[in-house]
Nanobody, 127 residues
Framework: EVQLVESGGGLVQAGRSLRLSCAAS????????IGWFRQAPGKEHEGVSC????????IYADSVKGRSTISSDNDKNTVYLQMNSLKPEDTAAYYC????????????????????WGRGTQVTVSS
């Protein structure tokens, strides 16, 4: 059974940093692309970043590019999202996603139902 468990969210002031973690289990880590989506109140899910574990290729949303870094630790089956210079508009529930046999782009662009989803972790950025 695929399991994705997020951690690392919280309440921070604008300009500060957070590192989100996604612990994955139940599948062969290298065979998947894993990433992060977010959903702010009243808005649709928005792709943030994805990484293809087999080759480390990545993709980022324009809204976080230059401020965020996605990385994976294949020994720990964990993907991280380091977010710096946080803004109030980054406030959202952040969800870890995983999709088999996909590129980072595929992870980002695939239909909702093609991905496995974690339960989410809340990030709130105060101004």
């Amino acid at each position: 059974e695929v399991q994705l468990v997020e951690s690392g969210g919280g309440l921070v002031q604008a300009g500060r940093s957070l590192r989100l973690s996604c612990a994955a289990s139940g599948f062969t880590f290298d065979d998947y692309a894993i990433g992060w989506f977010r959903q702010a109140p009243g808005k649709e899910h928005e792709g943030v970043s994805c990484i293809r574990n087999s080759d480390g290729s990545t993709i980022y949303a324009d809204s976080v590019k230059g401020r965020s870094t996605i990385s994976s630790d294949n020994d720990k089956n964990t993907v991280y999202l380091q977010m710096n210079s946080l803004k109030p508009e980054d406030t959202a529930a952040y969800y870890c996603v995983a999709i088999p046999n996909a590129s980072a782009y595929g992870c980002y662009e695939a239909p909702y139902s093609f991905r496995y989803w974690g339960r989410g972790t809340q990030v709130t950025v105060s101004s």
